[in-house]
């Protein structure tokens, strides 16, 4: 069983440009959830998908957005970068939102300069 | 709101200390809690979890227990090794009111040295 991939594992952006994080979900699990952490603190909850649809959003502003794709696969998009938005970008998936059996990927180091 | 408070750090420990790392949580239903683990380099692990209250959560010698009356969910472990060395998260979710999301404190280090 495989488990969650991220990719890329990491990148650096300049401000005010767009990125595209991607997440590959573990096998059998259809819901995926989006994580920043930023350096020395805990994750905090972007959003979350459900069989394609959204599930539930964190305290984050419109410019990050997301989408799930059929094969449970989902990305995270985030426009007019900052500063602030430097950060390790967890996925983790899981079967039918459960809070039990979540798998988290490595992330992906995010900087923005 | 929910929120979780966790022990500051960083710990350092030598090898076969004892361990606590204190965690406190808030939240308005009845949360189940867990405590995750990040190894350099790594995402989050799961160590253990407890459901409702009074559970005893454990795994690989970490235990932590539910408690309600203090809305603590602390961390012990009796003899820590080199290879307990990480970051380690007390979370909490509330069950599905936000989408399942978990509330983690923001981690505490331990470095365990031989």
């Known amino acids: 069983e495989t488990g969650v991939t991220q990719s890329p594992t990491h990148l650096i952006k300049t401000r005010g440009q767009q990125v595209t994080l991607r997440c590959s979900s573990q096998?059998?699990?259809?819901?995926v959830s989006w994580y920043q952490q930023a350096l020395g603190q805990g994750p905090q909850f972007i959003f979350q998908y459900y069989r394609e649809e959204k599930n539930g959003r964190g305290n984050f502003p419109p410019r990050f957005s997301g989408l799930q794709f059929p094969n449970y696969s989902s990305e995270l998009n985030v426009n007019a970068l900052e500063l602030d938005d430097s950060a390790l970008y967890l996925c983790a998936s899981s079967l039918d939102t459960s809070p039990y059996g979540y798998t988290f990927g490595s992330g992906t180091r995010l900087t923005v300069v | 709101g929910n929120s979780v408070t966790q022990m500051e750090g960083p710990v350092t420990l030598s090898e076969e200390a004892f361990l606590t790392i204190n965690c406190t949580y808030t939240?308005?239903?009845?949360?189940?809690l867990f405590w995750y683990v990040q190894y350099p380099g790594e995402g989050l692990q799961l160590l253990l979890k407890a459901t409702k209250a009074d559970d005893k959560g454990s795994n690989k010698g970490f235990e932590a227990t539910y408690r309600k009356e203090t809305t603590s969910f602390h961390l012990e472990k009796g003899s820590v090794q080199v290879s307990d060395s990480a970051v380690y998260f007390c979370?909490?979710?509330?069950?599905?009111?936000?989408?399942?999301?978990?509330?983690f404190g923001t981690g505490t280090s331990l470095t365990v040295i031989p």
């Open positions: 096998s059998g699990h259809n819901t």
């Open positions: 939240a308005t239903g009845y949360p189940s």
């Open positions: 979370a909490l979710s509330d069950g599905g009111n936000t989408g399942n999301q978990f509330y």
